[in-house]
Structure formats: structure tokens, C-alpha cells
């Protein structure tokens, strides 16, 4: 469930921050410093208040929160395809280079630490399974997960080769919002990064509500088994929305929200290494319901790579393992968790 949750606070933080780029005047009134990072009033209140919008269209209905989502997911298509068309045919193949800063294999390590979060929601699909339409056989949520996985990588091979492509790297290397700089510059025109952070806003409110079904729908679930408060599996007489679970995420959100942009890399950090740690769970399991020969091979490889990917963030001697906030969170989420199966 952590790591559907964490995506959350991340995408509200993260609508605030696009929001102060396309309007600078958010950027003002400083509230207080958290890891060292401002949090502005207006940066809060457009956080919350995306957390409050989500929340209330989840608790009225999945049929809401599902026609939200298909509109959100064409529109931020067409914006990619017309920035990463410009991207193209503006840029040159020398700005390829250098394809690695520094060390290959460790530029690569660090980049498949992170994928777990970027890649949390493909499967997803199977949350919702109660809730889909009458009718919809098994078999197709397996389908739906493997496009899932093929439109993600495409999506992000096409917008890092893009944007790798359109302008040479040091142009942009420090900027805080590298894909809109490097396609701004290649273009000419500021209206290209604008374009291309209303197709980012677009992007969170997707991620977010996907990721806010998800939550809510495994938090649920763990209500209807028992392992946490079977409080948590009320589902509204009208809505037919586990609207308890709902509230819990959204008021959950809300409070990560306070964190501010600090909380970014470290939400990216601990969601990374939930998603693996829920992965090699699933093929752990399928190992032990003795699959057929080709499954079993399957479940172990994916056993190896998942405990591989956990390993690489818990052992000190790999570059980006986990620093002493992801432990706290990552502590504070266990006492959660122990404390919701107490009760």
C-alpha cells in the first residue's frame, strides 16, 4: 500500500511546484523551511486543495474518478506527442552526447533504483478488479497489465530521448525543470515550456488519482482480511465506494503534504523500494502455488531481480542507498502498520 500512498503527497507537492513555474507570483509568502526547502502558502493551499478535489471525487464514485482519468490520460497524449515532436525536429544528434555522466554502470544503477516508483500503477489494474464493468473476463487484466509496461516504456525512452536530443546537455543540466528548459531553448519560445508543464500538471492529477484507487482499494482489502481495522471496509450504501479507506488516504495525504518539496526524493526513494518489496512478494507467493514450469521460471527471475532492487537501497556500499530519512519513514509507516493491525 505504501507504495500506491506515497505517489499521493508526491503528485500534490508536485502540481504546486509545476503551478509556480507557469505562475510565479505562487512562489511568494514563505511559510516555514522543511529539509531546508521553503514551503510558500500558495504552494500549500494548491497541494491541499488538489488532495481535497481528488478525495471528494473518489468518495463519490469510481465511475467519477475512472471518466477523470480517460479524459487526463488523452489529453496529456496529445501534448506529448506535439512537444516531443519538437523536440525532434529541433534538436540535433550530436546533444546526444555524452550518452553517460561519468561511470556507465553506475549511471544505470542509479536510474533502476528509482524505476519501482515511476513504474508503481502498471499493476494496479487487478485493484479495481470489482469494480470494473459487468462482464470484463480475467484473462484481460493480464493484457491490460502488459500494455501497461510496453506504453510506459515507450513513453519514457521517447520523452528522455526527446528531450536528450533537442539541446546539449549543459544547458540544462542544473535547472529544476529540465524537460521544459532544454525544449524551450531548442524551440525558442517560452510557450513550449508552458505547454510542456501543463502537460506535466495534466500528468499528476493522472498519477494521482490512479494511485489514490489503488491505496484506497488495498487498504480496503487489508480492512476486509483483517489485517488492519475491519473498519476500514465500509463501503458506502450509495456511493459503492470503500469511502472510509478513501477519507484515511486523503486526510494521510494532507498531512504528508506539510512536508513540502523536501519530501520528493525521499517519497521516490522509499516508494521505489516498497513497489520491489511488493513484487518479490507476488513471486514468492506464485512459487509457492507450484506453477507450471514456465511460471515457476518466471516467478524466480522476477524473485531475484525484486530482491536485487531491494538490496542495491539497503546495503551502504551501493551509490544511492537509503539515507537516514528514508529509514525514519520508512519506521514510521511499520509503527503505522502495527499499530492499525492492533486496534
Known sequence: ??????????????????????????????????????????????????????????????????????????????????????????????????????NAFVSILLIVQIVPFFMSGFESVGKSAEEAEAGFAGHHFSRAIGMAILVAILFYVTIIAAVAYSAPRQSFFNESFATAVALEKSVGSHWMGSLIMATAFLSVLKCFNGNMIAASRMFFALGRCGLVHRGVAYVHPHNRTPTVAVVWVGLATAVVILGGESILVPVAEVGSVCAAVGWMAACASFVRMKPPAGGQIAAVVGLIVTTLMVLMKMIPAIPGHFTVYEWIALAIWSCLGLLLHAV
Open 1 to 102: 500500500m505504501l507504495a500506491y500512498f506515497v505517489v499521493c503527497p508526491y503528485e500534490a507537492v508536485a502540481a504546486a511546484k509545476i503551478g509556480g513555474y507557469l505562475f510565479p507570483a505562487l512562489n511568494s509568502v514563505e511559510l516555514y523551511r522543511a529539509g531546508g526547502k521553503p514551503v510558500y502558502l500558495p504552494h500549500l493551499i494548491l497541494s491541499l486543495l488538489v488532495a481535497a478535489l481528488l478525495t471528494a471525487m473518489n468518495y463519490r464514485g469510481v465511475r467519477l474518478s475512472a471518466t477523470f482519468q480517460t479524459w487526463t490520460t488523452l489529453s496529456m497524449i496529445v501534448l506529448v506527442i506535439a512537444f516531443v515532436s519538437a523536440g525532434f525536429g529541433h534538436g540535433s544528434a550530436a546533444n546526444l552526447q555524452p550518452i553517460f555522466q561519468g
